[in-house]
């Protein structure tokens, strides 16, 4: 649907991590009323409505993911069935009920539990200052075929993670943050993609005392997702007694609990 200029740029100030969601309801504001473009007029009869009954509208989780899927050439790994499955997951959990009684007053979106996938390193959907954040990596791997010593890899690796030496690439492991590029440009197949998956980082948040998210180590499968995000909503759920965030019994307590076994 079409947007007004004013409407459009009002939405923009919206945070984030509920924008999409606002954005829907006023579309829907605007459809209901027979229009064709959103208008300021939709986006504060939406506004009054959702203030009115914001309760209703927390579902008590967030999943957001990168444009990736959308055809981003920059994804390291693909795996479109992965935000169903955890739409899926978390459903099931009731995380509402669970807010309810821990929170004391009406439940709002910032008490809401959030998880933010990013199909590459350049985390667009902003995994650092999630709850829990999954970003697709792609490690690359050096083969026994011969390098021309072209430097395409070189010039691609915005980390500097890599340098040929005797005719050879290398690359620094502590540096590499497993964008996959190098691996893509490469024309004599001496770089190729290695292992591919997901890295995890948990505990972000903004607020009165943001926090970036701490790394579990390792490129981890598709499968290890879910099993990991069942443990940290046990954990979650065990540890939370007025609705803290995520982030806050990290700090607290370490990550150690977490680790995939
Ligand atoms: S995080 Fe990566 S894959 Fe996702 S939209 Fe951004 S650049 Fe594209
Ligand atoms: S995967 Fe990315 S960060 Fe790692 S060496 Fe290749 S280009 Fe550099
Ligand atoms: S891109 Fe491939 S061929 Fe070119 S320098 Fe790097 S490893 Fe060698």
Redesign the pocket.
Known sequence: MQWSDEASKTISKVPFFIRKRVKRKVEEEAAGAGARQVTMEHVRASQKRFLNRMEDEVKGYQIETCFGPSGCPNRAVEYDGLIEDLENQLSKRNLKAFLKKKVNGPLKMHHEFRISISDCPNACSRPQIADIGIIGACAPAITDMG????????DTCKEEALF?NAGR?FIHPEKCIYCGQCAR????G??TEGQKGFRIQVGGKLGRHPRLATEIPGIHTPQDIPKFIDRCLDYYQTHCQKGERFGEMIEKNGVEELWIA
Do not use: F
Request: glycine share 6%.
């Open positions: 390098c021309d010593e072209c430097g395409a890899c070189v040929l690439p440009v490469c024309p004599t001496t770089l």
